[in-house]
């Protein structure tokens, strides 16, 4: 009776406790000192500099040249995929800046989580780090069945669910069940358990060996390959720039790897030199090698006969009848997807033990196991549902919810970064800033719906890209820069520019995604906002509550002695 009674007070009390909670922020020496402390054991800093360009290397390597190439190269962008991967590293390359700064101010697990947090309170923190947690997810699973196809390439088989058991009255898009994927994500999880030092060395020494298979793909293909494969049969892009573009949005979250490099943060000695060299300088290299690779693909077939399913081994069979490098490419892929699903889950574990810190989600996933220093229950519960979704889930299903949650998080922390450095950090007002990011947003919004008007209205196009130019430029020229606080060791340079830049890049990207994306984000955002209201703002409400009661019991105590 008495738990019903407090279950009926909480629901009451909601709208007071949503007051209190929802836009509550922390300070950054908070959040690496008192909420990392409810881990009990702290993670072990035993990562160097190197380690850290491997992880974020590894991370995106495999996870988008190798899953997403061919198929937007087909059905897309066309040979111009190249430009799709250009469009997208660009993008990436500024949210990498943003995530850098972040990274040495707060050098804590949580990432973005974190970022948002200390700069727009709870609510939003935990809807970014929920959405980055369900992409982790959702493009791991992607990734681990993607897998199965190139190892059964490796072995000579070409047909694409050779390795998966049909299964009948189950719905089409999850009646192919994948056996080999499950198994690689229950093996990885039992390896990141066990320790992150070993789990990075693991990963550099797959990302070494990675990386001459590209060296060997991007020389193979182009020698094999023909520059007229290019322009034929229907031109450098036969989709338009709007395929161009529609590309770029769906390779988008083959540079995720470099959010997983953020989340080292508790880990790595030396956190303020390493933590910008490995963000962005791990998103540079991959850049380069996602278009290379791109390229050659494309000039050894034409682009309507590559393959749906491991197109790079289908390529080198049908195009250079090299059936033994068809055999390499496939275990090359296959290293690959293992090293950069390793980085993803390393990364997605970390997110969900600093959500379970702030209390948004249970205790229990916060705990770091003593011996070896990794978020241990967070690492194997997630583990399960990424192997629960591989199981079922086809490719193209998956696909289609995956660059929208990517992208608003990119989105929300460009925008906490110049409300961090100029309102939190300067002595600008935070109305005057939010200001300047509503109408940032709302120009950028502009562009890219006139782009989406049938015939593309050039004029308003213009118009809107000039105002978010300018809008940038007289807050540029109207703020103060003088700081509050002693500026970080490496701080993003040319601000507001960069993320401004990278609001406007996030925003336009977003806006190319089919209807589907937005109405499974949609459903899921709800879910999200329905745990928050019934769990999450309780949960935290009732524990801080509880830690001001205890504080003041030990100041009385204190007092009286």
């Known amino acids: ?13 909601t709208p007071h406790r949503l007051r209190r909670r929802a836009l509550v922020t922390w300070t950054p020496a908070q959040e690496t000192s008192e909420v990392r402390d409810r881990s009990g054991a702290r993670m072990k800093r035993r990562l160097e500099w190197y380690d850290l360009v491997g992880l974020g290397v590894g991370g995106m390597l495999g996870a988008g040249v190798f899953v997403t190439t061919g198929r937007v190269a087909r059905d897309t962008a066309g040979p111009a995929v190249f ?9 990436a390359l500024l949210s990498s800046f943003c995530y850098a700064e972040f990274s040495v101010r707060v050098p804590a697990a949580g990432g973005a989580f974190s970022y948002l947090r200390v700069t727009f309170g709870e609510l939003v923190g935990f809807f970014g780090g929920a959405n980055i947690l369900m992409e982790y997810v959702l493009s791991n699973a992607a990734v681990a069945r993607s897998f199965t196809d ?12 050779a390795w998966r058991i049909q299964v009948d009255g189950i719905a089409k898009g999850y009646n192919a069940l994948d056996f080999p994927a499950v198994a690689l994500i229950l093996v990885l999880t039992l390896c990141l358990c066990y320790s992150t030092k070993e789990s990075a060395m693991l990963n550099m020494v797959i990302t070494v060996f990675h990386l001459l298979f590209f060296v060997f793909i991007i020389l193979a293909g182009l020698w094999n390959g023909s520059a007229r494969n290019l322009v034929a049969p229907h031109g450098l892009a036969p989709y338009g720039v709007r395929g161009v573009l529609d590309g770029a949005a769906i390779v988008y979250f083959s540079y995720i790897g470099y959010d997983s490099a953020s989340t080292m943060a508790e880990e790595i000695r030396e956190p303020a030199r390493a933590l910008p060299v490995g963000i962005a300088g791990s998103v540079l290299v991959v850049s380069a090698l996602y278009c290379l690779m791109s390229l050659a693909l494309c000039a050894m077939l034409p682009y309507t006969e590559i393959a749906e399913s491991a197109p790079f081994s289908a390529a080198f069979r049908e195009k250079a009848g090299w059936e033994w490098a068809g055999s390499v490419v496939g275990a090359g892929a296959s290293l690959g997807i293992v090293a950069s699903l390793l980085v993803a889950m390393l990364g997605q574990a970390r997110y969900l033990c600093v959500i379970a810190r702030a209390r948004l989600v249970p205790a229990w996933l916060a705990k770091v196991h003593p011996s070896t220093g990794t978020p241990m229950n967070a690492t194997i519960f997630l583990g399960l549902c990424t192997a629960s979704i591989a199981l079922f889930t086809e490719l193209q299903v998956v696909f289609e919810m995956i660059s929208i949650g990517t992208l608003l998080v990119f989105y929300l922390v460009a ?11 300067g002595a600008n007002r935070s109305l005057h800033v939010l200001l300047f990011l509503l109408l940032l947003t709302l120009s950028s919004l502009g562009f890219s719906l006139s782009r989406r008007i049938h015939g593309q209205c050039r004029w308003a196009m213009a118009l809107f890209g000039a105002t978010s130019v300018a809008i940038t430029a007289m807050f540029h020229c109207a703020v103060r820069r003088d700081m509050a606080e002693p500026p970080s060791e490496w701080m993003v340079p040319l601000m507001p520019w960069p993320a401004a830049a ?3 890049l996030n925003v336009f990207l977003m806006t190319t995604l089919k209807v589907m994306s937005f109405q499974r984000f949609g459903l899921w955002s709800l879910v999200i906002i329905v745990f928050y209201v019934c769990y999450g703002v309780h949960s935290t409400y009732t524990a801080e509550e509880n830690e001001d009661v205890n504080a003041m019991i030990h100041h009385a105590n204190m007092d009286i002695s």
């Open 1 to 13: 009776m008495a738990a019903l009674r407090d279950v009926l007070l909480s629901i009451a009390q």
């Open 83 to 91: 430009a799709s991967y250009v469009i997208a590293g660009v993008s």
């Open 150 to 161: 190139y190892l059964a390439s490796t072995c000579g088989i070409t047909e694409p669910d």
């Open 415 to 425: 925008n906490a970064l110049i409300y961090h450095r100029y309102a939190k950090l």
């Open 502 to 504: 990278s609001v406007f």
